[in-house]
C-alpha cells in the first residue's frame, strides 16, 4: 500500500537538498493522520520507519523505527531531518527518544550496498530496524512500496518524512546517528571531511577522492567512486 497525500497544515523551517546545508524555506509540519487512522483500528504500536545514506559515496545506509504513544498530540519542532540543523537534530533525538514507547536503530554496511545495490541495502537496514524494535504493529515507511516489507504490515508514504510524524522522528534518529558515526570515521580518514559532508558527494569530497583513492569505507559500486579510481585501490587503510 502506498500513501501520497499531503495535509495543508504548514510551518516555517529549513530545508536543503541531498548534501547537508539547509536553507530557509516554508515547509508542511509532519501530523499524526496516518497514525491516528492506524490506530483507532487497533493498531496501537504503529512504527515511523526511514533511511539516511542512500546517496552518500561513503558509510552504510542507517534506519530506524520510532514508535510513538497513541496518545500523543505532536512533538514540536519535528521536520524531515534534513530540513533541520545539526543543533536542532540533536535536541529533537533527545525529545524523541523520551517521548517514544520504543525506538531502534540498524545499518546496512558498505560491502552489503554494494553487494547488494543501495535499494535492497536500504531495505534490509529497514527490516532491522524492525526487527530490534520489542513490539510493533504496524509500519509506515518513507518512500515507494519496497517488496521486502510485509505489506500487510506496512504503509509506504511517499515523502513520508515530511508528512508523518512518527517516520520524520525516525528519520532524525537516523540521520543522527549516521552523522556521528561519520564524525567518527572522520578521525581516522581526515583528508575526506566526512565530518562535513558525511560521505556525500562534495566537492571537498571528490577532491580527496582524486587525490588519495577510495577507503575501505568507500561504495565502489558508485559511480564517482568507480569512475575516479580503480576498484582495486580500495584496500584497507
Known amino acids: 500500500m502506498s500513501v501520497d497525500e499531503r495535509p495543508r497544515r504548514r510551518c516555517l523551517g529549513t530545508a536543503s537538498a541531498s548534501s547537508p546545508g539547509p536553507d530557509r524555506r516554508v515547509l508542511e509540519a509532519p501530523t499524526l493522520e496516518r497514525e491516528r487512522v492506524l490506530w483507532s483500528s487497533g493498531h496501537h504500536l504503529v512504527a515511523g520507519l526511514d533511511e539516511v545514506g542512500r546517496g552518500a559515496l561513503a558509510g552504510p545506509v542507517v534506519a ?12 514540536a519542532g519535528v521536520l524531515d531531518s534534513k530540513a533541520l540543523t545539526p543543533s536542532q537534530r540533536t535536541r529533537l533525538a533527545d525529545e524523541i527518544r523520551r517521548r517514544c514507547v520504543a525506538w531502534s536503530v540498524a545499518a546496512a554496511s558498505r560491502r552489503e550496498v554494494d553487494r547488494l545495490n543501495v535499494r535492497a541495502a536500504s ?40 508528512l508523518s510524524l512518527s517516520i520524520a522522528c525516525a528519520s532524525i534518529l537516523a540521520k543522527v ?8 570515521l572522520a578521525a581516522r580518514h581526515p583528508e575526506y571531511g566526512w565530518q562535513r559532508n558525511v560521505g556525500y558527494g562534495t566537492d571537498e569530497h571528490l577532491a580527496a577522492l582524486r587525490a588519495h583513492g577510495p577507503t575501505a569505507f568507500h561504495r565502489t559500486t558508485f559511480a ?13 587503510k
Not at 530506524?64 to 512533538?75: K, N, S
Not at 510493533?136 to 508514504?157: F, K, M
Not at 546517528?177 to 567518527?184: E, I, Q
Open 123 to 162: 531495505a534490509l537496514a529497514m527490516r532491522r530496524a524492525l526487527a530490534a524494535l520489542p513490539d510493533w504493529d504496524h509500519a509506515l515507511y518513507d518512500g515507494l512500496p519496497l517488496r521486502e516489507l510485509d505489506p500487510q504490515r506496512s504503509t509506504s508514504v511517499v515523502h513520508g518524512d515530511s
Open 64 to 75: 530506524a523505527a520510532c514508535v510513538l504513544p497513541d496518545h500523543l498530540d505532536g512533538i
Open 177 to 184: 546517528t549516521r552523522d556521528a558515526l561519520m564524525t567518527r
Open 224 to 236: 564517482p567512486v568507480r569512475t575516479l579510481v580503480a576498484p582495486e585501490r580500495a584496500t584497507e
